[in-house]
């Protein structure tokens, strides 16, 4: 019996890590991570021909997002995420937490802005609507703390607690949509926090914290209502297949165990990453006063010496 079309699922091994590796590719996420990699590799070759420099890092990280998308679904993991709610956790957690944060870090907005050619005077092409999108009402409301965080805590609870999960696993066009709901919602919310990019919401650097821990204790709640619960609550998968030898509620058990985990491996992540663009951006300011103060002479020093020199000749 082919579950949720992908793969002949009903039939599988018990599950082992060697086992949910092995290669499995779902058409669509494997043509979008092909594209992916191409048009970055394009844009980056692009600046480099131009003598333009690209950092590294972002190719890197990147890279390691478009992977990690691929990891989870173009391998037995998907296969096995069909059957088994714990896989499924790990492929929901990955795709809507480590491969948004690693695919942002990447910087593929500002890599097309400075890739892209213009288009000519009176005319729009790609580059221009990419500005325009960026500077849209539409990219404004979805990028506001007021909607991504809602929608975050949402995307958990009013998938899995509602027959809306069902349905979606029952058609590999519902499965596919599923996920790149996930990996959508993840960008969404941690571009504003932790993104390279411009975009239209940008508070500072305190604010992107409290915007990062306000959405972050529901995902360890809904692990620990998984953990608590005395019976499976997901119909998906409240029947296992007898070849894989598991327990549904043991199985639910130790998916609620990922995604309490998981919550705290982007916290950390985007933390970090945050504090060191903190401590760039103070560089950064500090390098420009300098800069201001070589060329002005110092004005600001050389006024404050004549005033405390002011302040001795009123005081003698």
């Known amino acids: 019996m082919d579950h949720g079309g992908h793969g002949m699922t009903m039939d599988l091994p018990p599950f082992t890590l060697g086992r949910g590796l092995a290669w499995s590719a779902d058409p669509f996420f494997l043509i979008a991570c092909l594209l992916g990699l191409a048009l970055y590799g394009w844009g980056v070759v692009r600046l480099m021909r131009r003598g333009d420099k690209w950092p590294?890092?972002?190719t890197v990280a990147f890279v390691a997002g478009v992977?990690?998308?691929?990891?989870?679904?173009?391998?037995k993991l998907n296969d096995y995420g069909m059957v088994m709610f714990s896989v499924h956790m790990v492929q929901h957690m990955v795709i809507s937490m480590v491969s948004p944060i690693l695919l942002l870090l990447g910087a593929?907005?500002?890599?097309?802005?400075?890739?892209?050619?213009?288009?000519?005077?009176?005319?729009?092409?790609?580059?221009?609507?990419?500005?325009?999108?960026?500077?849209?009402?539409?990219?404004?409301?979805?990028?506001?703390?007021?909607?991504?965080?809602?929608?975050?805590?949402?995307s958990l609870y009013a998938l899995y607690f509602t027959p809306l999960f069902d349905t979606l696993m029952s058609s590999q066009a519902g499965h596919i949509g599923m996920m790149v709901h996930f990996l959508?919602?993840?960008?969404?919310?941690?571009?504003?926090?932790?993104?390279?990019?411009?975009?239209p919401h940008r508070p500072g650097y305190l604010m992107r914290m409290l915007e990062l821990f306000a959405g972050?204790?529901?995902?360890?709640?809904?692990?620990?209502a998984l953990m608590m619960a005395s019976s499976p609550m997901v119909e998906t998968f409240k029947n296992p297949p007898a070849s894989l030898g598991i327990d549904a509620l043991s199985d639910q058990n130790a998916a609620g165990g990922i995604a309490w985990a998981f919550?705290?491996?982007?916290?950390?992540?985007?933390?970090l990453a945050l504090l060191f663009?903190?401590?760039a951006s103070e560089?950064?300011?500090?390098?420009?006063?300098?800069?201001?103060?070589?060329?002005?002479?110092?004005?600001?020093?050389?006024?404050?010496?004549?005033?405390?020199?002011?302040?001795?000749t009123r005081g003698g």
């Not at 050619?117 to 960026?134: I, S, T």
């Not at 009402?137 to 975050?152: E, K, V």
């Not at 571009?191 to 390279?196: K, L, R, T």
Request: contains cysteine; glycine residues 8%.
């Open 184 to 199: 959508a919602v993840g960008v969404v919310f941690f571009w504003p926090i932790m993104g390279v990019d411009p975009g």
């Open 216 to 224: 972050m204790p529901f995902h360890a709640f809904f692990g620990i």
């Open 67 to 75: 992977l990690s998308v691929a990891l989870m679904m173009c391998t």
């Open 263 to 271: 919550s705290e491996v982007p916290s950390v992540l985007v933390l």
């Open 277 to 279: 663009q903190w401590y």
């Open 108 to 154: 593929p907005i500002t890599l097309a802005l400075r890739a892209l050619p213009p288009a000519g005077r009176g005319r729009k092409g790609p580059r221009e609507l990419l500005l325009m999108l960026l500077h849209s009402r539409y990219m404004r409301i979805i990028t506001h703390p007021a909607f991504t965080i809602p929608l975050f805590i949402a």
């Open 283 to 312: 560089e950064r300011q500090a390098r420009r006063s300098d800069r201001a103060a070589d060329r002005d002479g110092d004005k600001e020093l050389a006024a404050y010496n004549a005033y405390l020199a002011s302040l001795n």
């Open 56 to 58: 590294v890092g972002r």
